[in-house]
């Protein structure tokens, strides 16, 4: 018998980093979600739109999703909160080495 895969789908907007930690720390494959049909030109394989595939978590268990969920939503906070902070010490750190 095949056992049970859960998926949780990850809003395109979650930074790359924070989702593999996710998937690292509570054991869970990383994937992409399949393109619709007519997202590809068949003859040249190149995308006919804008098509961006999201980002699928898999897992065998719904409790392990809905934490891994929970620590993403809980870490994109902290980055969006702290952003600014890091931009303008990422600034200071180029204008020292400049100003050397």
Do not use: C
């Not at 095949?2 to 989702?19: C, H, Q, S």
């Amino acid at each position: 018998m095949e056992e049970i895969k859960y998926e949780l789908r990850i809003p395109r907007a979650i930074t790359t980093g924070i989702i593999f930690e996710a998937a690292e720390i509570f054991g869970l494959e990383v994937d992409q979600e399949k393109p619709p049909e007519d997202a590809f030109d068949p003859r040249t394989d190149l995308p006919t739109k804008d098509y961006v595939p999201s980002i699928v978590l898999r897992g065998s268990s719904k409790e392990k999703l809905l934490a891994a969920k929970e620590y993403i939503h809980k870490k994109h906070e902290e980055w969006i909160t702290n952003l600014e902070e890091r931009r303008k010490g990422r600034m200071e750190q180029i204008q020292s080495k400049f100003r050397k």
